[in-house]
């Protein structure tokens, strides 16, 4: 666990900045439990632009304790993603667009806490990942 604060005075938007070719960023069990998920991904967001990580295809986020994601545009600005690691948190549904991830390919959600799925989650499953021959994948397990 690193408990890293993006949620403070500390916090610096361009964090990623200098990294013009970031490909992957693994930030695994790395924030502070301190701090309610919801007020540091409204951050991460902001990094996420400002650092202009145009060039990221994976991003991990697993065991970071998010309940919930606030803004549905969260990733938006990684257009390029290709893979999406949000495994082992506390997520109870998919809040969060798909549609701007014109490049996702793979979209970990396994060992959340999903057990229902309304009609408009299963749409946006559908419209992402539900023509086999696209290559997409979504992981589920454990929910």
């Not at 200098?18 to 301190?34: D, I, V, W, Y």
């Not at 967001?45 to 309940?67: C, D, P, T």
Request: proline share 3%.
């Amino acid at each position: 666990h690193n408990d890293i604060y993006i949620v403070s005075q500390m916090s610096h938007p361009r964090v990623f900045s200098n990294f013009m070719h970031l490909e992957e960023l693994h930030l695994t069990n790395a924030f502070t439990e301190q701090v309610v998920s919801q007020w540091y991904l409204l951050n991460l967001q902001q990094i996420f632009i400002s650092s202009k990580l145009s060039k990221l295809k994976k991003l991990h986020l697993e065991q970071n304790e998010i309940w919930k994601i606030s803004n549905p545009d969260l990733f938006c600005p990684l257009t390029s993603l290709r893979d999406l690691h949000l495994s082992d948190n506390q997520l109870t549904d998919i809040n969060f667009s798909l549609s701007c991830l014109p490049n996702l390919r793979y979209l970990a959600i396994d060992y959340n806490k999903i057990t229902n799925l309304n009609n408009n989650t299963l749409n946006v499953i559908e419209s992402v990942f539900g023509n086999p021959k696209d290559g997409r994948t979504i992981n589920m397990k454990g929910n």
